[in-house]
């Protein structure tokens, strides 16, 4: 049973979660969208993610620009300066290794990383700006997570030269087809023809390893899943027994995703009050929480091509697993 939230109830909450929350749980199969993941709690889980042995995607694609930085920087720079923004930077750890490419190419450069969390930012930017002197950090807040990718814009910088922007991380993977290629076309629209787009994505591989990745030994990605109910809990003063729920990472053939739910054991009644909501669940009823996509070879290219990119270059790790693609903005 559901009951609308009276505004009295919710003033003090973040709209955007309790629309999300109110919707998602109301919807069948029941769901919650993955950017609820990424509050404090669960950015230091999904971290912690990043370093799991079973965790391949962070380590492969460190792998493949460690080896590749100056090329991509000199293919993206094609003999003019270059800068370089990134969607979703966060600790931009990885990109250090371009970014010091890039110093080394032209003695320094702009970088525009662009995050929803200003904390993050603001940490990205000073350690940055201490170890690899030569970058000058222009942070820019702004969420293109959320929804349909309708509320992202990268606004022209009115630098010279050419611009490189990244979106590394496999995060393209988290988005449906459709949203994920509205947001390559918006970032084609804020760019210049010339101007360069670098699209980390995750390719298909067999089952057991995929598999494995989204459901670890130690259990840090099952933490991470249900730390979902845990903010729930916190900011909607919800109910949720956190540990009836049952963490599944299942691979979807079909739809060449990863899936991630959370599994209701028994029957169970839970109450949010500050949505004045009560849901109730049946004895393993799930709530989907994460479709993470794995592309096939070729197909993050013409995701570019569509959305006007060249396809410039690609470069993979000697398995295979993971794919860096450039495409050059046609
Ligand atoms: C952020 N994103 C690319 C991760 C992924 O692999 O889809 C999030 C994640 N979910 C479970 N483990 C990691």
Same mark, same amino acid.
């Given at each position: 049973m559901s009951v609308a939230a009276s505004p009295a109830t919710i003033v003090?909450?973040?709209?955007?979660?309790?629309?999300?929350?109110?919707? @998602?749980?109301?919807?069948?199969? =029941?769901?919650?969208?993955?950017? $609820?993941?990424?509050?404090a709690a669960g950015s230091r889980l999904f971290d912690e993610i990043t370093e799991l042995p079973e965790y391949y995607l962070t380590r492969t694609e460190r792998g493949i620009l460690a080896s590749r930085a100056k090329e991509i920087v000199s293919l993206a720079a094609d003999g003019a300066r270059l800068s370089i923004a990134e969607l979703g930077a966060g600790s931009a750890e990885k990109t250090r290794l371009l970014l010091k490419a890039a110093v080394?190419?032209? @003695?320094?450069?702009?970088?525009?990383?662009? %995050?929803?969390?200003?904390?993050? $930012?603001? #940490?990205?930017? =000073?350690?940055?700006?201490?170890?690899?002197p030569g970058v000058t950090v222009a942070p820019r807040v702004m969420d293109y997570t959320r929804g349909d990718g309708h509320k992202f814009r990268l606004e022209r910088n009115g630098q010279q030269g050419r611009r490189l922007v990244l979106y590394i991380g496999s995060s393209i993977g988290n988005f449906e087809p459709s949203a994920a290629m509205q947001?390559?076309?918006? &970032?084609?629209? #804020? $760019?210049t023809t010339g101007d360069s787009f670098l699209l980390g994505v995750d390719l298909v591989k067999d089952k057991a390893t995929l598999q494995n990745a989204? %459901?670890?030994?130690? #259990? &840090?990605?099952?933490?991470f899943n249900r730390n979902l109910l845990v903010r729930l809990n916190s900011e909607l003063d919800a109910d949720f027994d956190i540990e009836t729920? $049952?963490?599944?990472?299942?691979?979807?053939? =079909? =739809?060449s995703r990863m899936e991630m739910h959370l599994a209701s054991q028994s029957a169970q009644r839970v109450r949010l009050e500050a949505l004045n909501l009560t849901v109730d669940f049946a004895r393993g009823e799930t709530i989907h929480t994460e479709n993470s996509y794995k592309y096939r070879p070729g197909q993050a290219e013409e995701m570019m091509a569509e959305a006007g990119f060249a396809p410039a270059a690609t470069w993979t790790d000697e398995r295979g697993?993971?794919?860096?693609c450039l495409g050059r903005a046609r």
């Amino acid at each position: 049973m559901s009951v609308a939230a009276s505004p009295a109830t919710i003033v003090s909450i973040d709209e955007c979660v309790a629309e999300a929350v109110r919707e @998602g749980l109301a919807s069948r199969p =029941k769901r919650l969208p993955a950017w $609820l993941f990424y509050d404090a709690a669960g950015s230091r889980l999904f971290d912690e993610i990043t370093e799991l042995p079973e965790y391949y995607l962070t380590r492969t694609e460190r792998g493949i620009l460690a080896s590749r930085a100056k090329e991509i920087v000199s293919l993206a720079a094609d003999g003019a300066r270059l800068s370089i923004a990134e969607l979703g930077a966060g600790s931009a750890e990885k990109t250090r290794l371009l970014l010091k490419a890039a110093v080394e190419r032209q @003695g320094t450069v702009v970088y525009e990383p662009v %995050d929803v969390s200003a904390s993050a $930012l603001d #940490g990205a930017r =000073k350690r940055i700006q201490r170890e690899i002197p030569g970058v000058t950090v222009a942070p820019r807040v702004m969420d293109y997570t959320r929804g349909d990718g309708h509320k992202f814009r990268l606004e022209r910088n009115g630098q010279q030269g050419r611009r490189l922007v990244l979106y590394i991380g496999s995060s393209i993977g988290n988005f449906e087809p459709s949203a994920a290629m509205q947001l390559l076309r918006r &970032v084609r629209t #804020g $760019l210049t023809t010339g101007d360069s787009f670098l699209l980390g994505v995750d390719l298909v591989k067999d089952k057991a390893t995929l598999q494995n990745a989204y %459901d670890d030994a130690a #259990g &840090v990605t099952a933490a991470f899943n249900r730390n979902l109910l845990v903010r729930l809990n916190s900011e909607l003063d919800a109910d949720f027994d956190i540990e009836t729920f $049952l963490h599944c990472a299942v691979w979807n053939s =079909k =739809k060449s995703r990863m899936e991630m739910h959370l599994a209701s054991q028994s029957a169970q009644r839970v109450r949010l009050e500050a949505l004045n909501l009560t849901v109730d669940f049946a004895r393993g009823e799930t709530i989907h929480t994460e479709n993470s996509y794995k592309y096939r070879p070729g197909q993050a290219e013409e995701m570019m091509a569509e959305a006007g990119f060249a396809p410039a270059a690609t470069w993979t790790d000697e398995r295979g697993w993971f794919a860096v693609c450039l495409g050059r903005a046609r």
